[in-house]
């Protein structure tokens, strides 16, 4: 023993340390150093879920145009079919007092059902099929509630200011087409893959074995003859 150091050999990096090293980011592509592993989300599913995060954001905007529409004429939604009967022994004063905060509460759950959905999207995003069904059933209902507009609107929306009209009548026709396209995004076949692989490789996570090998039968591979 000579009492001198033995400088290990190899590439270094620029602090003297071997490249991929805990606490070193290691050379880049390879996986478990430093490096992220690639997103496997297709194309599809990243459009639909901004289409459909696009489909919250103009439900909320709707919300708030609509309820001033219902704030700016609540006697409409008190002369409504089946409403004034059921107000029958209130004041005018107390119909309107009722129509205005029902208009209020009718936005509030709008908010928490856009809330909801939006929530809904990133377990979409995720894989979750039973996402992708509420979101697919949710567009299909905003498909639907286009038709009283295309027939002229109905109560305070008809009485309402043009530009109000014209403003909620948009918003809601903007909704409807980025939820239909988000629609037909996740149902393209490479989406669909998607949520089939994602929604198997739940339930296999504790099969795992090495490439080769079959469980349970390790002593028929051969080497038992």
């Known amino acids: 023993m000579t009492g001198r150091r033995v400088e290990p050999t190899g590439p270094r990096d620029d602090k003297g340390m071997p490249p991929g090293q805990p606490g070193q980011p290691g050379p ?17 599913i990243q459009g639909a879920a901004q289409a459909w995060f696009a489909t919250v954001g103009l439900q909320v905007a709707a919300a708030f145009t609509t309820l ?12 409504a079919p089946g ?3 059921m107000l029958g022994d209130f004041t005018d004063d107390q119909k309107v007092m009722v129509a205005r905060v029902s208009a209020v509460l009718t936005t509030l759950i709008t908010l928490a059902f856009c809330g909801f959905f939006a929530w809904v999207i990133t377990r979409m995003r995720k894989g979750a099929m039973w996402a992708r069904f509420v979101l697919v059933a949710g567009s299909v209902y905003l498909a639907i509630q286009l038709l009283p ?25 903007a909704s409807a087409v980025a939820a239909i396209a988000a629609t037909i ?16 490789s739940g339930g296999n996570e504790g099969d795992k074995r090495p490439p080769g ?12 003859r």
């Open 68 to 79: 001033a529409i219902n704030l700016l004429n609540p006697r409409a939604i008190v002369n």
């Open 28 to 44: 880049p592509g390879q996986p478990g150093q430093g490096t992220r592993p690639a997103d496997d989300v297709p194309e599809q």
């Open 149 to 173: 507009l295309y027939l002229g609107g109905a109560g305070a929306w008809e009485e309402a200011p043009i530009p109000l009209k014209l403003a909620d009548g948009s918003l809601m026709i």
């Open 185 to 200: 995004l996740v149902s393209g076949r490479n989406a669909m893959e998607f949520f089939t692989r994602s929604s198997g």
């Open 83 to 85: 409403v004034g009967d």
């Open 213 to 224: 090998r079959d469980n349970g039968n390790s002593g028929m591979d051969g080497r038992g």
